[in-house]
């Protein structure tokens, strides 16, 4: 898929998508597409949920707004992302939030610290945490999430 970064065999990131991607999508084995815009985002395809039912994959709209980000919102999604068929091609408008919350994802799957993760974005050509744009308070809600919830992870298994 063009302009993805495939975070695992689970998780693949994007932009928005367009109906020819979702195609592609299923082509490609996804079984699922997770939206992470808000319905009042510039740009935001209303019709996404029928196109990509139609073409029998599961949907699922989870509005994150940076502004609004806190550890509830956080786990809200990421056990969405438990819970759906994989492998997921998730997605906001340009792929931020969306790389971000799958290398959470995986940060607390497999117990990574937050060096760990970040090790991982720089690997996947995503610097995360080293964007221009990206606020401290998002940089540090990234980190304190990955510190308190990976270490019970990592207990719990």
Request: charge should be neutral; aromatic fraction near 6%; proline fraction near 4%.
């Amino acid at each position: 898929m063009i302009n993805a970064i495939q975070i695992n065999e689970n998780l693949t990131t994007t932009g928005q998508v367009i109906p020819q991607q979702i195609k592609q999508a299923i082509q490609e084995g996804f079984k699922s597409v997770v939206n992470l815009r808000s319905p009042d985002e510039l740009g935001f395809f209303k019709d996404e949920q029928q196109v990509v039912e139609a073409l029998g994959l599961y949907y699922v709209n989870v509005p994150l707004k940076l502004e609004a980000l806190n550890e509830e919102l956080i786990t809200k999604i990421l056990t969405t992302l438990e819970q759906i068929p994989k492998p997921a091609l998730v997605h906001c408008a340009a792929g931020m939030r969306s790389t971000g919350i799958a290398l959470l994802s995986i940060a607390i799957q497999e117990g990574l610290t937050p060096e760990q993760t970040l090790a991982r974005a720089k690997n996947l050509g995503f610097g995360l945490l080293e964007h221009t744009n990206v606020s401290p308070r998002l940089k540090q809600l990234f980190v304190d999430y990955v510190n308190k919830h990976a270490k019970v992870a990592v207990a719990t298994r």
